[in-house]
């Protein structure tokens, strides 16, 4: 079995910064890409930014000079750094893993969440 747990998330204020981390645990041969994603309310989940295995990014135009992902292979973990937050970055923000296990054929992993609110 795979777990993908997410920590980080919190109450700040706009112009603040957090960082989330994402940590996959379990019976694990290989990751390839990771990706955070975040979903508001009354909104369809967003894709927010993308990691490849060999550190290639890409980053929705929202977040762009504002967020920054990045990966540690060793643990097996994704971060996602976020600065200059606004009130609009509002959202449960989920982690997600492209997982090959021994014996199986990749597929993509969700984590549970963790809400991030910026608010004055």
């Known amino acids: 079995q795979v777990q993908l747990v997410e920590s980080g998330g919190a109450l700040v204020q706009p112009g603040g910064s957090l960082r989330l981390s994402c940590a996959a645990s379990?019976?694990?041969?290989?990751?390839?890409?990771m990706r955070w994603y975040r979903q508001a309310p009354g909104k369809e989940r967003e894709l927010v930014a993308t990691?490849?295995?060999?550190?290639?990014?890409n980053y929705a135009d929202s977040v762009k000079g504002r967020f920054t992902i990045s990966r540690d292979n060793v643990k097996n973990t994704v971060y996602l750094q976020m600065n200059s937050l606004k009130p609009e970055d509002t959202a449960v923000y989920y982690c997600n893993a492209d997982i090959l296990r021994p014996g199986h054929n990749y597929r993509a992993y969700w984590g549970q969440g963790t809400q991030v609110t910026v608010s004055s």
């Open positions: 990691i490849s295995n060999g550190g290639n990014t």
């Open positions: 379990g019976s694990i041969f290989s990751i390839n890409a």
